[in-house]
């Protein structure tokens, strides 16, 4: 049985322009809203401002003239204005002193660029393309896990992403910032320049991973021409080859597969745990189980941990989202789970990382793996089968 699996003409950045061939049926052929086989077109409509659930963006941002100065104080100032986080200003040019808010770079673009360039991280340039090209040049390894990066002219008319446009961000990002100078944006990705479907935005945005990114460029290239894009949902494999099918697995013929990410990760941890060692435990376990990374919902864990730079590091660098819940929410999550009193004595509640992980994972999750203590650390998983596909 499919349920709460739609398509809606509001749906965000997106809009069905056909609906002649959309049929909401159950497995059984009773109405319900499900999404049986469909062949539509998908176009897009205008970008959203929304980036990665939950991940934040460390924007950073050089300049090599005087004017390139004034155009990330502009930024900045706009910024605030709109209640948004400025960007972390750097300069490269010969002078004495870095103007006030700037950080002097004392090394070469590109060994500044290769230090930057990181997960997490959002880089601006504001100067000739051709800089951050040369900058960049043997950084960019792949399109679904690079930085984004961006170029704005030395007078802030023009905001163009170069890398990373649509899994990483940039697009968006260029938007904002385009508002925020009162530049044009210049968008350049083919799906966006002929307002086509991009699977791998509707993949980032709704949470899913893509099982075979070797079959993006089919399924884009599709799109541009103008032809239906097939998009099969679940338990309805079609009797022919299909564009896009989201599922946990399939014997069908797909040129994209798109699998619900079904794992939250509890976790909990001492004040100050070393980055390192959190990332090691958290991919051990994750290993041990069976599990990547990209297979992961969210990071879980109480408001008073949120911010621990261990898992901001997590959330940052394998781009997965960070909820967390206050200890009364905690409380009153129903389960078994290995009670402490001294992480109670602290925290407020007897256990962070179980609760937390069911907590995230929502109605009718299970652990799958349970509380494992480490180095100051604790994890554990939870899993619901039953997850929606977020299609909204």
């Known amino acids: 049985m499919i349920r709460h699996f739609q398509l809606s003409s509001e749906a965000p950045g997106a809009q069905i322009q056909a609906f002649d061939r959309l049929n909401f049926v159950s497995a059984t052929g009773d ?46 100032e706009e910024s605030l204005k709109k209640g948004i986080t400025p960007v972390k200003a750097y300069v490269l040019r010969d002078c004495d002193k870095a103007p006030e808010d700037f950080i002097k770079v004392t090394s070469s673009i590109g060994e500044w660029t290769g230090d930057m360039f990181m997960p997490g991280n959002a880089l601006i340039f504001v100067g000739a393309a051709g800089i951050a090209v040369r900058a960049l040049s043997g950084l960019a390894r792949d399109k679904l896990s690079d930085c984004p990066v961006i170029v704005i002219d030395d007078e802030g008319t023009f905001v163009i992403p170069i890398l990373s446009g649509h899994a990483g961000g940039a697009n968006k990002l260029a938007v904002t910032i385009s508002e925020l100078l009162g530049a044009v944006p210049v968008i350049t990705t083919s799906t966006d320049v002929n307002a086509a479907f991009s699977v791998d935005s509707f993949a980032a945005e709704r949470g899913l991973c893509i099982v075979n990114r070797e079959g993006i460029k089919k399924v884009s290239a599709k799109a541009i021409e103008g032809k239906n894009i097939t998009l099969s949902i679940k338990n309805f494999p079609p009797g022919e080859k299909t564009d896009v099918i989201v599922a946990d697995e399939t014997d069908a013929e797909y040129s994209v597969l798109l699998r619900p990410k079904r794992y939250t990760v509890g976790i909990g941890m001492k004040r100050g745990k070393d980055e390192a060692g959190a990332e090691a435990f958290f991919l051990e376990v994750l290993k041990k189980n069976g599990i990547g990374p990209e297979d992961v919902y ?63 994972a929502g109605a009718g999750a299970e652990i799958v793996f349970g509380k494992h203590a480490k180095d100051g650390m604790t994890i554990a998983i939870a899993c619901n089968p039953g997850r929606s596909v977020g299609l909204m």
């Open 31 to 76: 109405d319900c809203p499900g999404l049986r086989m469909t062949e539509i077109s998908l176009r897009m409509i205008g970008t959203t401002h929304r980036y990665f659930q939950g991940r934040t963006m460390n924007k950073i941002a050089v300049c090599f003239t005087h004017n390139g100065e004034k155009v990330i104080e502009r930024l900045n």
């Open 298 to 360: 969210a990071i879980c864990t109480i408001d008073i941990k949120e911010d621990e730079p261990a898992i901001k590091s997590l959330r940052d660098k394998y781009r997965i989202p960070v909820l967390s819940f206050d200890k009364e929410i905690l409380s009153k999550v129903n389960g078994r789970f290995h009670g402490s009193d001294f992480v109670k004595s602290v925290t407020g509640v007897d256990n962070v990382c179980e609760r937390a992980a069911v907590a995230g």
